[in-house]
């Protein structure tokens, strides 16, 4: 722990249950006709059952793959990962994914679309319909229910893909850039939104934000990562009292921890050039 | 919405109402300045002539070989999609179905047309297999191409819900690939009507085939060109059908 | 007992008989349910009436002969209806051929299933020409017409019985008649044939066909407008006078001038085998005897 | 990559061979179970032998069907692509052009027989005739659906360039449409085959569609079967060579 | 001029130019087969050549269909849109166009695509090829030139769009969210190197951004649309000096406009709610 400026007292004691995902000298490597990408290498990482964590990190520096790989949708080319203690063997229902693209059908409406995890988990049409209309409310979207993702505009489709992620109320959440296509007052509403629902439920979440601020405030532990390949630079625990709200970005504590984590991005490139 | 205050679809079956009469004028000019003699060419004129005297006839001939069409096409969809939903399920399938399959769509049916009869007897069920086998093939490619050809990223959203084969193919392959299968039956449903008439021509007491067959052996050739006039008919408003098919299975773009 | 009757090659004017047989009632009166179906060529008819999906046929004896000998197909006649060789080249008058040493460097076309380039070796040796001085070319029955119509082939090979229609076709051009019976080949032509399970089985009810079949020959043959009249009423896309003039130039081929109509006898059958044994190698010798069966035919 | 240490391609090719010897053995046991005289379906093993008898000639008329097929196909390829590009280009002409392929689609080729001899003899330009107008329509179908299909954004990159038609053909429009072109292409090139021997039937002197009737009229039965088999070799390769070109041509996904 | 608090002398004096794109009442609506969307409403803007404006708005309130009206691809059902005092009537090669999906075309490598424009116009090739290298450079994307889009991250395909709208080196610049996708380095160090092309060569520039700290930074004009419906709330100049560069952001009148701007879109809402 090389943050002086932190308060111990107000870290989480070391956690004793068994985490959610344990990743352990994960590289990733892509091999294709034209070329291969080292995207990741040397990952070490524990996400405790009911935590928040994000990722922040340079464009291109394996945030996605990070999470696919979690998600079970990629292969890690090296090391361990670990989901509750058993080794990962592909996706499961109790992890929902926010895409970075929003991967919505173009032959559902909206709703359809964002009902579509509900109907294949089988879960009960009346009370999914009633949760789905809820998050579309929340999420601005009530109007464009019945309309087909091609009538929306780009911030609206990324919209209609977080509340599909939402959709079956999952264990864990793991969102791509949920927010990155929206204005800031959506975006912070929606953020917020997204905070009350986790601070009740108190599930698992990872987010890959580009916002700093948003992952200081959502979060109880941001991971920074270095560009290509991905390392990971710090773990960097957040001591914010929760729960959180607009009110938290005021404190002083917060500007601290934002500036320290925008210095970590920032400088080793700044040196470079 | 800007020049014409006609609605497209009207506009649209003008052109082809329009286009088939030129052809048919020019074929009627051509007959006549080149004084073609009927039983290489007749003239629309007189093909209408004797359409008409036979206009009882060809209905009847005309409703066998639309029924023989339809139900072979029925059958080659019907088996088609669940065949190309197995190869999408299972792409090494592909590689022991379609050898198989190249097998009998490569056979001229004309040539195996006998063991067709032997298998089959007389009667509409060797016609019916004649239309199954000639259209099932163009069906097949299509739709399995149609569904190998979900994008990664939305595979990938399916894997990540666990949906499994069923969910996957109803959810997502099958509504992809609705353009390319509706590809494959617009072309399947021109051979299968021509299927029925290569069975009507192996062996048949009635249908469009055997009315062409036994007017052209009878150099009836006026009569023949009705039926062939009866068959295109036919042809051109089974592929509109689809066409309309089409266009309300396929309401959405990318 | 129901009876499926597969003919040679469609059904044109050359049938009449059949459709006399059946619409006044000869098989009716013989206990007899026909019904009459369109065959592919004399092959395809054999193979039918082989596999059973007919019971009785019509095809020309020398394509059972191949038959038989190459493919062990177990079919027998029952009946030979052209006592004659019905085989003839036809060619324009333009074109300039007038008999069989005319065709020497021409180029003839029929169809596949036709036995008129089957056996023109036995025509060309009768004739004193090369076979292989002519060549032949396929092409579909239908488009024979033409073919000799625009000179695509010097001559085409036909029926005689089908020399009315043919006609009709080319008019105004006349045609030219080269016929195998003229040049004095003797071997007999189409007849009734059925499968030798059939035959073992059912003979009484095949018996009876003959015999009813006979009789519409001979009510057809007196009757020739009739005939053509009956058969267009079954089949109306056949002309009534094409049926009747076919039907006429049938009776001709049908004079058996050794026995009774529809008869069949050894030597008659020999001279046949004889003819196809010397335009083909056969897969296997075949003899007059084993092609027919006896008794089937009025003595 | 995990378990299977062999090639993808070779465990394709594999499994190919595989299917193809099964119904070679199945077809064989069948006939020997049941008995089935030659004349009905010769045994493969008889097959083989006559074709070893025949093996000059059937090499001779495979070699002519085999060029038919091929220059007849070329053709269709060329004046498809064009036509489906002057349809995309300007879409109300679809309207009167599509009638007039349905025309030539719904025709059966046998039944026109009289009109291509008059028109191109015989030779190989007939059958070329009928090869091109049997695969055309399955390449121009595909290849019009393919060429529409561009997504509205592209289509918006393009127009924003303002490149011109020309231009959004080759560089949006025809490698988009690509998969579907080849799609067309391998339905068409097995249709082309049997065209051919369509073709053949209609009027020849040569060609595996000669063969097949002449061999059938002289009750050789096993030669037919040889020549069908023929046949089937060259469609089974010939569609695996346009997969070939289209793996080649198409390396991307979305 | 209701802000009181601005410097009327740093105001630019009324120019006299034909402005590059004039919109008066401008309105849109979308008719589809689940119904019909007003867009924008009302809409009058003027935007004078060699300026560099930026639209903050909502999710969903009409900025991408603005955009798409002055590029000529979409039509507005009712006003005026002149282009250089004539007509607007289609597309113009003067004018390039980042969109806000990044749409790449699959088959071409990123080089290709990023060539695409200048090919079409014709653009001497090798001039072109150093143009671009420069630009994938400048964007890190020099390692991927000859990769296919689909083995890039979603920021650098945003990056790869935007080096291809650049690509012309065009008069006048229409970009929807170029910076959307990317974490907040590259964002500044993008939108920095855009501001220094813009400022050596004065191109007009329209730049749709979720982001207000950016819009003010590098904008002669921001103007702030209200949620949909799309109306213009406000058009504001801004008097920050030129070049800008890291440090104007420091400047007080700086965060005064940026907060202005924040109130303006953050205010209606939250009074509503
Ligand atoms: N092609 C379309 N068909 C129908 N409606 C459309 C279409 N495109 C946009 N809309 C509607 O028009 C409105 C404005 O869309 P637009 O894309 O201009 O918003 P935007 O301001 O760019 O939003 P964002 O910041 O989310 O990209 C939205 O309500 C959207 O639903
Ligand atoms: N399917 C793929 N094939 C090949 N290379 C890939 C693939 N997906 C990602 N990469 C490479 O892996 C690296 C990491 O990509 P990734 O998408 O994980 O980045 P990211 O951190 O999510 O970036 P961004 O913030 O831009 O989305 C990149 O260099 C990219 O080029
Ligand atoms: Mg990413
Ligand atoms: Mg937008």
Redesign the interface.
Known sequence: MNLPYLDPSLLAPPTTQTPIFHVSRVSKTYETASGTTLALTGIDLDIPPGSFVSIVGASGCGKSTLLKILAGLEDATEGVVLREGRELDGPSRDVSIGFQEHVLFPWLTIEQNVMLPTEIYGMPAEASRQRVQELLRMSGLADFARRKPAELSGGMKMRAALCRALSTDPRVLLLDEPFGALDALTREELSLELLRMWEKARKTALLITHDIDEAVLLSDTVVVMSPRPGRIVEIIPIDLPRPRNEETAALPRFTQLTQHIRKLIFSPRKEAA | MKKSTLHPAV???G??A???VA?LAVWELAVRSLQL?Q???PSPASIVQVANE?RQ?LLVHSWVTLYETLVGFAAAVALALPLAMLIAFTP?LK??????L??L????K??????I??WA??GVLPKIIVVFLVCF??II??AT?GLE?A????M????????SRW?TFW??RL??A???IM?GC??GI??A??GA??GE?????QGL????????????TP??FSA?VA??V???VL?YLVERAEKLL????? | ADLTLVTDFGVNGRHAYFFVAQEKGYYRDAGLNVTIVRGQGSADAIKKVAAGSAQVGFADAASLVLARANDEVPVKLLSIVYQQPPQAIFALESSGIRSARDLVGRKVADTASSAVPLLFGAYAQKAGIAKEQVSWMVADGASLPAVLATGRADAIGQFTVGEALLQKAVAPQKLVRLAYKDVGLSYYGNGLIASESMIKQQPEVLKSFVAATLRGMQEAFRDPAGAGQILNAAQKQVDAAVAEAETKAVAELAQNPEGPMGGISVTGMRNTVDTVAGAFTLKRKVTPEEMFVPGFTPR
Not at chain 2, 105 to 108: C, E, M, T
Not at chain 2, 110 to 115: F, K, T
Not at chain 2, 156 to 163: E, F, I
Not at chain 2, 201 to 205: L, M, N
């Open positions: 506009v649209r079956t052109l082809t329009l286009s088939v052809m003699p039983w290489i060419l036979w006839d090494l590689h022991t179905i379609y050898p198989a190249l097998v769509q490569s056979v001229p004309v040539a195996i047309a006998p063991l009869t032997l007897g007389f093939f163009p490619v299509s191409a050809s994008s990664r990223g939305r990938d959203l399916m894997r990540s819900l666990r949906a969910q959810r997502l509504p992809q609705m353009p390319q590809v617009k072309v021109t051979f009507v021509i008439v290569i021509f192996v062996g048949s007491e085939g055997f009315l062409i067959l036994t007017a052209t052996a009878q150099s009836n009569l023949a062939l068959l295109t036919i042809s051109i592929y396929v309401r959405w773009s990318d």
